[in-house]
């Protein structure tokens, strides 16, 4: 199971904030840990935000810097999921246009169109303090908010793969789109991330 780790540390702050979010259930996407770590006061800063990160994709808030941080690679960025928002939002589409194929050729009226989320914004998710625990919330949750869109969005797809009374498929969904699991996230999204190691 994926899990993001969304980092605060600003420049001069000597707090770094960590929120852990994860797939905790099959549509779902929420907070399992947090953290708030004195870099300067505590000698085993470095340590904690590895073991509180390995394993994780890191998401870093804006302005935040992770040098001399124990990172690898390229962290996720709010830009990076505004991208997920536009990739499920052309999910959708394709969903909707694969619906529509179907129902012309079979001449449907019964059938019932998906029930899409709303999709986030980044600007309905602004810190209610300008601190880093705060910060590293306010980013985290709008990470929470983009995930559980998706999956929910998928799962529109998913449920309409195998014809519920006879157990057929495909179904509705054509060849490319009738996988009966949902990811965590679309594959040119998951194809960027990069998770830290376990050790």
């Not at 808030?61 to 991208?83: F, Q, R, Y």
């Not at 999956?151 to 009966?180: C, F, H």
Request: proline content about 9%; aromatic content about 6%.
């Amino acid at each position: 199971m994926r899990e993001i780790a969304t980092i605060d540390r600003q420049p001069g702050s000597g707090t770094i904030a960590v929120w852990i979010t994860r797939r905790t259930e099959s549509l779902q996407a929420r907070h399992v840990n947090a953290a708030a770590i004195d870099e300067a006061g505590d000698p085993l800063a470095l340590e904690k935000v590895r073991l509180l990160t390995r394993c994780c994709v890191i998401l870093v808030t804006e302005g935040s810097l992770l040098d001399g941080l124990p990172i690898e690679g390229e962290p996720l960025t709010v830009a990076a999921l505004e991208t997920l928002v536009a990739e499920t939002e052309g999910h959708q589409q394709r969903i909707l246009a694969a619906l529509d194929a179907y129902k012309q050729h079979t001449r449907s009226k019964t059938l019932v169109s998906p029930a899409f989320p709303t999709s986030p914004k980044v600007d309905g998710f602004p810190p209610v303090e300008d601190t880093p625990s705060k910060r590293a919330l306010a980013t985290a949750n709008f990470a929470a908010c983009v995930w559980t869109t998706w999956l929910e969005t998928d799962e529109e797809r998913r449920r309409r793969t195998v014809r519920p009374k006879t157990g057929q498929s495909p179904w509705i969904m054509p060849e490319e789109l009738n996988s009966q699991t949902v990811p965590d996230f679309p594959p040119v999204f998951a194809g960027r991330l990069h998770e830290q190691p376990l050790v």
